[in-house]
């Protein structure tokens, strides 16, 4: 594994983390990791900072109740 290869699976497991996804044994392991190099834990910083930017700042917008419906029919009507 090169270290892009390595940077992206640590990028995985860092959102996993912050997902609650990771097992305990994969979160432990990732918290050794992070202990283990202070860029790893920067880098866990900055993605949770943000998601919590994005969560207190994005406004989502409402979905009509009629484009709901739509997209129900649309399903029913066409079965993947």
Do not use: G
């Not at 990791?33 to 860029?39: R, V």
Request: glycine share 0%; hydrophobic share 35%.
């Amino acid at each position: 594994m090169n270290s892009n290869d390595n940077y992206q699976d640590l990028i995985r497991k860092v959102s996993s983390f912050l997902d609650n996804e990771l097992s305990f044994e994969a979160e432990r392991d990732l918290i050794k990791e992070i202990k283990t190099n202070p860029e790893f834990l920067r880098m866990l910083s900055k993605e949770a900072s943000f998601r919590e930017f994005i969560k207190s700042k994005i406004q989502r917008r409402k979905v009509s109740p009629t484009l709901i419906q739509a997209i129900k029919d649309k399903i029913r009507v066409n079965p993947a």
